[in-house]
């Protein structure tokens, strides 16, 4: 498996950005798909964008949010823009392989109306 380090959360204002990062160690070339989650309070966590053969998205973040992977594979980017209040939540790395499948700690981002 591999381990997932994120970094980059913070508080921002309403319509600023923030871009999340998340690095691999570990078995990184087994890795197929890497891809971000949210969790607000009180709700269940839910899936915001995943980078594999192609790149999808949330409704909901579609046209704001962006993930890219650099050439290496082991560090996954979500470049958030125009952010919102309803943004705010613990956001999750994750790594998925054939076998396994790695959550990474969490970040806090804060979006103030």
């Known amino acids: 498996q591999v381990q997932l380090v994120e970094s980059g959360g913070g508080w921002v204002q309403a319509g600023g950005s923030l871009r999340l990062s998340c690095a691999a160690s570990?078995?990184?070339?087994?890795?197929?798909?890497m891809g971000w989650y949210r969790q607000a309070p009180g709700k269940q966590r839910e899936w915001v964008a995943t980078?594999?053969?192609?790149?999808d998205y949330a409704d909901s973040v579609k046209g704001r949010f962006t993930i890219s992977r650099e050439n290496a594979k082991n560090t996954v980017f979500l470049q958030m823009n125009s952010l919102k209040p309803e943004d705010t939540a613990v956001y999750y790395c994750k790594a998925v392989s054939l076998l396994w499948s790695s959550w990474g700690r969490g970040i806090q981002v804060t979006v103030s109306s």
């Open positions: 980078s594999g053969g192609t790149t």
């Open positions: 570990g078995s990184i070339s087994s890795i197929n798909t």
